[in-house]
């Protein structure tokens, strides 16, 4: 349906590695992966993402995951991402102003959008950036 995310959210993944949930992932969507979808870990948070290049249920898909019985014996559990106006942005060049912030994340070729306000925390290097629509936080 519209307007419902492309991307799922793996949750307690440290029991599978990458490469194995990568097959798994291939095997409960029947899809590609790289091809169809791509997946992305976050090890800090012990979370991956995938994100559906093609258009599929993404609900039933996470329904499918649930119930999968490697899934549960992994003790994962899947959910997805909700499409939110603000993301935040690590490893940002120290001294880079909000304005290259904006116009990088403005930038169509960066799959970006119309950046509504760019929040800069130097000490960290990461920035929350807000768009004006859903559309760009790709």
């Known amino acids: ?5 492309p991307s799922v959210v793996f949750e307690n993944i440290q029991g599978c590695s990458l490469e194995c ?3 798994l992932l291939e095997n409960i969507s029947g899809l590609a992966v790289d091809g169809d979808f791509t997946v992305e870990v976050i090890p800090e948070m012990n979370v991956a993402v995938a994100t559906f290049l093609k258009s599929i249920d993404t ?5 499918r995951c649930s119930q999968n019985k490697r899934v549960k014996e992994f003790k994962m559990t899947a959910r997805l991402l909700e499409l939110t106006q603000s993301v935040k942005v690590e490893n940002i060049p120290a001294r880079v102003s909000t304005d290259y912030v904006t116009m990088y994340f403005e930038s ?9 306000e760019v929040q ?5 290097n990461s920035a929350i950036v807000t ?4 559309k760009g936080n790709t």
Do not use: H, I, Q, W
Not at 1 to 5: D, K, V
């Open 59 to 63: 609900e039933g898909f996470v329904k």
């Open 131 to 134: 768009f004006c629509d859903r």
């Open 120 to 124: 800069l925390f130097s000490e960290e």
């Open 21 to 23: 949930l990568r097959m």
């Open 1 to 5: 349906s519209a307007g419902t995310s």
């Open 108 to 116: 169509p070729r960066n799959g970006g959008g119309p950046v509504s």
